[in-house]
């Protein structure tokens, strides 16, 4: 086995039993990117030199008997995080030559312990997308088929978690961004609780619903980073001061507790139109898996389902258009300065360093937040959130999770869906309402299609039940 | 179609976003897609209910008010487009 295919768990064991060092590890990831990049286009930013410095402290470190347990481990980050000295660019052109003065809150506490980063995935421009086709450093293609797309937003680092140019990824999903991409690469995405980790340094997208999130290869690697990055931070006002879990103990839980768990199939995911029959095939096995571990089924009902997508895209364009306000050529970023006046600095800036969809996520919002539109569009939006909300906090006094695929269909063909927007947020369809409600989900690989392309399944729990999330999709992945 | 390419470039005009008139057209066409999906939601009674802003239930997270000292001003410098005597330099405000 390679050193770059091993688990967070296996090499951080290696690295202890001083079996290799990090930075072996560290070149077996960057030999990976070398090979592997310029076909998947996983990476805006590969960290050559400072990964194997950073690599060779972590090694110091282990020397010294300080190891944590992400010390000396290779990292990627989307590129929509901030880095401190490394580009993030978040995929548009605007933000070509930025390089933050500091690193995002989660991101200096696994550097802190020791972490190697490795370098910037690739992404659907500031978190846009649900194919990675709106980056301006081109598509990200699917390890498993060069020809699909790899999902998005955190397309690249998806890929290159599941193509093994990383150990681990750290990624942002605000309506699916993590869990969607990682149902088409086969690896592990979780979207934690809204409030659960810091969003200080992530480049804001709607600001309500944005999460930070590990994208791993299996779920013990996701308990293992979620409890080194989960917990509040004063630099994020918007994170709950509860107590982080033992999450990696907890997910090894006796398979005794799975007894009394009762794991509701919410039946509005199941009769979505256009919804692949392998998918569905693929969805029930799993249950079937869950009913032999000693669950109970339960079919229940999420009534306000169909009306998530439209709340979705209506409150986040409208907090994207206020974000991006920041991204105007004038403190940082790229200026362009063909035009005279201060408006044409703006608005060509602007129009060169944003792609179509930032430009109409911006024009979408701008609009329903604008006077006379703002009640029918944005309050009305807000209004049936309070609604999606209420459905699952019903729903979790009768069962303790939820259980649906993560995407009605496998991965599509690369330039497929491009020239229809709305198709496109439609495939948000099973990712959005959990986003909506600010609730945690999981996407754990349930299986592959007959022509060999990886199929996710979800799990949905209550508020802050990441523990529990995470401790049944440990089972369901271990129930092959 | 719900919006009128003019319509359109008062929106861009107010997101300050320059677009060519093809750009306009086909933003016309798939936001006006976008905003008749949304007509959706009026199938929904919301009488007396209260949106939603946010989700964590939290209210009046303070901080003390200290001063702390910002040890990044060089590296700021450093990502400003255009800078003299170390101040940020913008196109004029007033013409």
Known sequence: MNLNELTVTQAAEGLRKKEFTSVKLTEACLARINKRNKDINAFITVCDESAISEAKKADE???????????????????????????STG??????????????????????????LIGKNNCDAFGHGASNENSMYGPVRNPHDLTKVAGGSSGGSAAAVADNMCVYAI??????????????????????????NSRYGIMPMASSLDTVGPMTKTV????LVMECIAGSDPLDATTVPDAVPAYHTGIKNEELRMKNLRIGVPREYFEIEGMDEEVRTITDEKIERLKDLGCKIVDVSLPHTKYAIAVYYIIVPSEDSSNLARLDGIRYGVRNTEGRTLYDMYAKSR???????VKRRILIG????????????????????????KDFDEVFQKV??????????????????????????????????????????????????????????QIIGARMSEGTVMNIGYWLEKSK | MTLSIEEVRKIAQLARIELTP??????????????????ILNEVDTTGVEPTFQVTGLENVYRDDEVVECKLRDRLLKQMPEVEMEELVVPGVFD
């Open chain 1, 91 to 116: 995929s548009a052109k605007i933000l070509d030559n930025y390089t933050p003065p500091y690193d995002a809150t989660v991101i200096k506490k696994i550097r802190d312990q020791g972490g190697v």
């Open chain 1, 400 to 457: 303790d999770v939820l259980i649906t695929p993560t995407s009605p269909f496998p991965p599509f063909a690369i330039g497929d869906k491009v020239s229809d927007p709305l198709a496109m947020y439609l495939a948000d369809v099973m990712v959005g309402p959990a986003a909506v409600a600010g609730i945690p989900a999981i996407s754990v690989p349930g299986g592959k299609t007959k022509t060999g392309l990886p199929i996710g399944v």
């Open chain 1, 61 to 87: 470190m282990i020397a010294r008997g300080e190891a944590r347990p992400l010390t000396g481990i290779p990292f990627a980050v989307k590129d929509a995080i901030c880095t401190a000295d490394v580009r």
């Open chain 1, 171 to 196: 990624a942002e999903d605000t309506g699916g961004s993590i869990r969607y991409p990682a149902s088409f690469c086969g690896v592990v995405g979780m979207r934690p609780s809204y409030g659960r």
């Open chain 2, 22 to 39: 093809e750009e306009l057209a086909r933003h016309a066409e798939t936001m006006s897609a976008v905003l008749d999906y949304m007509n």
């Open chain 1, 366 to 389: 701008t609009y329903a937040l604008s006077a006379g539109y703002y009640d029918a569009y944005y309050k009305k939006a807000q209004q049936v959130r309070t609604l999606i909300k």
């Open chain 1, 351 to 357: 129009r060169f360093g944003f792609p179509e969809e």
């Open chain 1, 220 to 223: 013990e690697d996701m308990a």
